[in-house]
């Protein structure tokens, strides 16, 4: 018995998620919420296949065809939210972005009080893609702990830890230099799970009170003030990705400036 052949184009949230229209968890709350349309008729769930030659509207607005994905650097200052919007009417992240720049999601998540290199994609495909632990990028870190710590103190992180049942990969930590009362240290973690750094600095007994993120996987902060953004040129994003998306990291990349925040 012959089977099926699967059904052709991509999953409805998929499709709207590439569009720049919302990340494919908003879309498909979007959807459960009777707000997209396909070919003019309101559907109720995310099962369905599109193609191009369906009509996909948002809230009565037809979608624009997908853009091409882009990728940007931007260091975020301390005090912003990183999320679309704050249930406590916090700035968020999306506040502070140059006006010009299209809608755009972020790459993972910095907390309200770090600050440091932010990834931001109009693409919900690559935003997934850069998120996945099986991308095995290094996310490096500057951390400023209050305490005298000597080296061996590190020696759980770099095991790896159990915290509340959740499992830490082993992390790389690099005693930098001790400045009065505080010490700074450099992490690099490949996962980056829910305030990671900071619950790893506790549970050792070094209270983290400054953490700047300097690089993600290839891409790094460098020189980029706080506030500013800058896009990465489409030959390195390509290079970087591999075809396809699925070749190991090359050179560190060096971005294309391209806006900046006064």
């Not at 089977?3 to 998620?17: E, T």
């Not at 001790?178 to 490949?190: E, F, K």
């Amino acid at each position: 018995m012959t089977s099926p052949a699967p059904p052709s184009g991509d999953r409805i949230a998929k499709v709207i998620a590439r569009a720049g229209r919302a990340s494919r968890r908003e879309a498909e709350r979007l959807i459960a919420e009777g707000r997209v349309a396909v070919n003019g008729r309101i559907i109720d769930g995310p099962a369905l296949n599109v193609t191009d030659a369906d009509r996909i509207a948002v809230d009565g607005t037809e979608l624009a065809p997908a853009d091409e994905p882009r990728l940007w650097l931007y260091h975020k200052p301390a005090g912003l939210v990183t999320s679309a919007r704050d249930e406590k009417g916090r700035r968020t992240v999306f506040d502070a972005l140059p006006p010009d720049l299209p809608r755009v999601m972020s790459v993972g998540r910095l907390d309200l009080t770090s600050e440091g290199l932010l990834l931001l994609t109009n693409d919900g495909a690559l935003k997934r893609r850069l998120e996945l632990p099986s991308t095995g990028w290094l996310r490096k870190y500057r951390v400023r702990v209050n305490g005298r710590p000597e080296d061996a103190v590190f020696a759980p992180l770099r095991r790896g830890l159990v915290l509340e049942g959740e499992k830490f990969q082993p992390m790389i930590v690099t005693l930098d230099r001790q400045q009065g009362a505080n010490a700074w240290i450099t992490v690099a973690i490949r996962e980056g799970r829910n305030r990671e750094v900071r619950r790893a600095m506790e549970h050792v007994g070094l209270p983290v009170n400054r953490l700047i993120r300097i690089s993600y996987g290839p891409f790094r902060l460098n020189d980029l003030k706080p506030g500013e953004v800058e896009e990465v040129k489409a030959r390195v994003l390509r290079d970087q990705l591999g075809q396809g998306g699925d070749a190991p990291p090359r050179a560190e990349a060096k971005p294309k400036p391209v806006r900046r925040r006064r």
